[in-house]
């Protein structure tokens, strides 16, 4: 049962191709697993649709055209899921979002007591910081507020903070008015993340340093 969604400007953005590269990747693995906000940007997409056609569209440059066949021809990126599962060791009958299929998927590196970082790179938008995080059971996390728009979608496990309980299929969003301590559950868990900006790591990282 899925209860944290993104916010309406947040899926607005993605339906309308607004939203970060990064971002848009971690909504897109909500999406998946959630008929509710598939349905809502499905309304979107065909409301804007018809908005876009009460205008005279520009026509689209031959050059352009030419590049939106070109890519339609690229190849679908090399299925390694199941490498990356291995390499990763996740937990039994857990898999990644298939949004992340073509994401080159770093192993896990250990960046303190009980917390893993797999860098996450967008081969389509490199500069942007996405990433998965392993916390540890029971980990609580030093108060923090955010410098931007932060997305985490829970993979497995969950946690929880004063906007409540987090389980697999939600997705948490956090911006610079967001302060927050939010507590790993006893089995741990493991999230997808985008953070806008530089690299800086999200609310998982802070355990020691606040
Ligand atoms: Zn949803």
Not at 66 to 76: M, Y
Not at 146 to 169: K, R
């Amino acid at each position: 049962m899925i209860s944290h969604h993104p916010s309406p400007e947040t899926l607005l953005a993605h339906a309308t191709g607004a939203l970060a590269a990064g971002h848009a990747v971690v909504v897109a693995a909500h999406l998946q697993g959630c008929a509710q906000c598939e349905a809502a940007q499905t309304r979107m997409e065909s409301l804007g649709g018809a908005l876009l056609e009460e205008f005279a569209p520009e026509p689209l440059a031959d050059e352009a055209f030419a590049q939106v066949l070109a890519r339609l021809d690229d190849p679908a990126p090399a299925p390694t899921a199941s490498l990356r599962q291995a390499r990763l060791a996740l937990p039994s009958g857990v898999s990644l979002p298939a949004v992340l299929r073509g994401a080159e998927i770093g192993r896990w590196l250990w960046i303190g007591l009980g917390l893993r970082y797999s860098r996450v790179r967008l081969p389509w938008a490199p500069e942007q910081n996405v990433m998965l995080l392993k916390v540890a059971g029971g980990r609580k996390v030093l108060h923090h507020s955010h410098g931007g728009l932060e997305l985490t979608q829970v993979i497995w496990g969950g946690f929880h903070d004063i906007t409540g309980q987090y389980g697999p299929g939600d997705i948490g969003e956090a911006d610079e008015t967001t302060e927050h301590q939010p507590v790993a559950d006893p089995e741990g868990c493991i999230c997808l993340a985008s953070l806008e900006g530089g690299l800086r790591l999200p609310w998982f990282t802070r355990l020691f340093g606040g």
